[in-house]
Structures are given as C-alpha cells and as structure tokens.
DNA sequence: GAGTGCATCACACGAAAATGTGAGCGAATA
DNA sequence: TATTCGCTCACATTTTCGTGTGATGCACTC
C-alpha cells in the first residue's frame, strides 16, 4: 500500500451527495480530499492549485458541465485520473466524457460500494466502469464493424490500389509504386468503381475509409 | 436468480487448465457445461447443436484460433455472450477479440476468482474485464480524438464543403447544394488545400475523415 | 476610414481523372 | 479442353480538377 495519501479533489453540485462522498472518503485513511466544489469553473486554477492525483467528476454541473471541465484538465494535464459521477448511463454522457479523456465511469447508484474500490482500481492502471457502462464502451468499438471480410469482393490487387489512392497517391505515383503503367491502374480502378458502386477518387476513398476496407 | 442453469461451452487447448476451468463451474449449480473442447474447428457445428448462452473461448488455439471463432460464431448468431479467456493482455489480441464480437475479456491469472462472477456480469448486460484490459479498451476509443479544435483554421464555409466533398460530392454538385458557383467551390477548396497542404481532393478528403475534421 | 478576413464570382489553361472499347497472358477449374 | 478470372496494357474522348490572377461586397476592428 502508499505511504502517503491519494489526493483526492471533488465536483458535484448536490450538497447532499457531495456530503456523502467526502464521508465515504474519510473512511479509509488512503485519501486525503484536498477539495470539493459545487461548480468546475475555475478546475484549471483549482487543480493546478490543490494537485489532486484522482478528480471524481460529477457530469451535471452547472456553468460549465462535467464534460467540458474533463476537456479543461486533459488541455493541460494529461495525468490525473478523472472518475465520473453520473446519474446517466446512456451513450451519449457516456462515450463524451470518456472521449474527452475520463478514466472511468461510475454510476451514482453503485457509489457507496464501489467508489473506494474505483479509485484504488484507476490508480493500479484499471478503468473502472459499472457493468452497463462497460457494455456500451465495448459496443461503441465493435460498432466499428473490422474489414467485413472483403464485402465488394475486390480483389488482392483491388484492395492494393484502393489503399494507396486512399493515401492521395495519384495514379501516376500509384503505377511508379507497383510498377505498372498507369493504363493498367485505370482498369483496376474503374473495376474498383464499379464494385464500389460509386463514380470517383473521392467517393472511393470515403467509402474505403468509412468502412474500414483499407 | 434464473431457475434454469446457464449453458456454458468451453474451448481450451490446455488440458489442465480446461479441467480447472470444469471444476470451476461445477462449482455453482448455476451452471451447465454443455461440452468443452480443445480447438475450435467445428465450432459452428458444435454451438448451433450445444446451444450455449455463454461460451468461454481461450484466445490462442490450435488450427482456427479464438478470434477467428468469434467471428465465426458472430456470423450465424449475435446474441451469444462470448468470453475470452487470455494470458496476453497485449493491445492488439484485446481489441482484435472485442473488435470480433466477445462480450468479454479476462486474463487467466485472475479466473479462480473471477470467473462465475463475470459470468453472471455478462448475462446481466456488463461487460467483464480486467483492470488492465478495461484500461486498453478506453485509451482505444480516446484515441479517436475529438475534432482537435479546427487545427488548420478552416473558416465555417470551408469545414462545410469539405464535408461535402468528403462525402464524395463534385464542384458541381457542391455549388448547386450550397446555391453558390462552381467557381466559388474552386476557390474555397483552393483555400482548404492551402491549410491542409495538401494538392489534391483525394488527400483532403483522406486527411478530413482520417483526423475527423469532418 | 483604412485595413483585414471571409465569401462570392469570373476566366483561362494545363493536368488529371472518368469512361469506353479492345486485347493478350497465365492460372485455376469445370 | 474450354472457360472463367485476375492482371496487364493501349488508345481515344469527355469531364473534372488544380492553379493562377483578379475583382466585388460585407462585416469587423483598430
């Protein structure tokens, strides 16, 4: 265990709720709270003053809320562990703040038998979540649906060429690569177009990288 | 608690570790095994005939390995909740796998304490992982960095038709969709390639949707 | 009120891309 | 063996882009 007490520093608008959590916290010796704050607009002196090493982060706030200030701390820290506090778990709050460059995410509701534990995880290199919110983080990845197993059938040459006019190569820089004359990279990009379904560079290549086939 | 046990299949090329696993689960009457095997071959055969609800996949079988059984398995049947199970805790294996449709991560030095209680997490809508795992899993998606705060100082106008063209539009289209000239779209995107260096559409359109200017 | 930045439009020229048609070669296959 | 498929190349025509130069009007600022 530490020698010295985690640093603690606290925003939430809800006197009561920020009762609790400082309560929470002084019943283990490893914290220390060196702040809390009903409003995060002055987080950049505040944390640059009381050099907190975990920010539990309330989403709601007033003035500037959670996700902004998460935005504030990363523009000049990129170091401290930010916990949010949230009484939402739906996508949108969710995938913002951990975007924006949250640690974890924890659920309001779960806060009493887990925000010790949170915080001890997020220090030993973990990002805690609750249970749904770790759902929609892995959902948001597989949503980015991998290479669709070559879903134009394009061929090996095909997906070449398409990956090298995705870099903005043109089709003389193209033939120069591969060593083929530039007539041949026309047939292959026209077959490209017609597998593509779409009428230029530009709409292959936004097809190409949207849909993860480079 | 569900009245009926939960049907579980497992694929482990180890034989000890499957037979410390089946200890595991006979553990909890919650459980079923419906089979277990040493590689993943048949793995369509055997889940539509076993009917698992949760399969337990080692990461690193003989012949097909764990990913490609994923999404083997994910190409016939997307509600199956699918755990792997994994010594390596390297970037590239975790997000391949959850890329491919596992609902779940553990590492194996922590499945004797783990296991049923992930298992239950998955069947409840979480999505178990380990501390280092659940860390990997959202520097992934903050890597995705947010729109960068107009890193090349393209005016409102200029954000709008590269989007545009991004989407693969023309000059001509893109003049008539905005009410402006197609000389008028020349010059923005003139400006547009000046701030992104860049001399040609296909690489402003790479550059836009690669950085999400767009 | 002079300067600056943004959006707008025009004209012109060369370069590049899109489209169509046709064809040869080798490998795999039915 | 005949066919299909992928890769290669050629030529011609039309369309679109890239670039340069110049100009107007508006809003904001110093």
């Known amino acids: 265990m530490q020698t010295v007490s985690i640093r603690l520093?606290?925003?939430?608008?809800?006197?009561?709720?920020?009762?609790?959590?400082?309560?929470?916290?002084?019943?283990?010796?490893?914290?220390?709270?060196?702040?809390?704050?009903?409003?995060?607009?002055h987080v950049e002196e505040q944390v640059k003053?009381?050099?907190?090493?975990?920010?539990?982060?309330?989403i709601d706030l007033p003035g500037m809320n959670g996700?902004?200030?998460?935005?504030?701390?990363?523009?000049?820290?990129?170091?401290?562990?930010?916990?949010?506090?949230?009484?939402?778990?739906?996508?949108?709050?969710?995938?913002?703040?951990?975007?924006?460059?949250?640690?974890?995410?924890?659920?309001?509701?779960?806060?009493?038998?887990?925000?010790?534990?949170?915080?001890?995880?997020?220090?030993?290199?973990?990002a805690p979540m609750s249970p749904g919110i770790a759902r929609l983080v892995v959902a948001q990845l597989q949503q980015l649906p991998a290479d669709q197993a070559n879903k134009y059938q394009l061929t090996a040459r095909e997906k070449e060429i398409l990956?090298?006019?995705?870099?903005?190569?043109?089709?003389?820089?193209?033939?120069?690569?591969?060593?083929?004359?530039?007539?041949t990279v026309r047939t292959h990009i026209k077959h490209i177009y017609e597998k593509l379904q779409v009428r230029s560079q530009t709409e292959a290549v936004s097809k190409a990288i949207n849909e993860k086939l480079v």
Not at 9 to 31: C, G, P
Not at 68 to 74: F, L, P, S
Not at 80 to 92: A, C, E, R, S
């Open 49 to 58: 003053n009381l050099q907190p090493e975990v920010i539990l982060m309330d």
């Open 163 to 183: 990956a090298s006019l995705s870099k903005g190569n043109s089709y003389k820089l193209i033939a120069a690569h591969f060593g083929i004359s530039i007539d």
């Open 67 to 126: 996700i902004e200030a998460v935005k504030k701390v990363r523009s000049f820290n990129s170091s401290i562990y930010i916990l949010m506090l949230t009484v939402f778990d739906d996508n949108k709050h969710v995938l913002d703040a951990i975007c924006a460059g949250a640690s974890g995410y924890l659920l309001k509701k779960y806060l009493p038998e887990k925000l010790i534990e949170s915080i001890h995880e997020v220090m030993n290199g973990g």
């Open 9 to 41: 520093l606290l925003y939430e608008d809800n006197q009561q709720l920020r009762e609790s959590v400082s309560a929470l916290i002084s019943l283990s010796t490893d914290f220390v709270l060196t702040g809390s704050f009903g409003e995060v607009l």
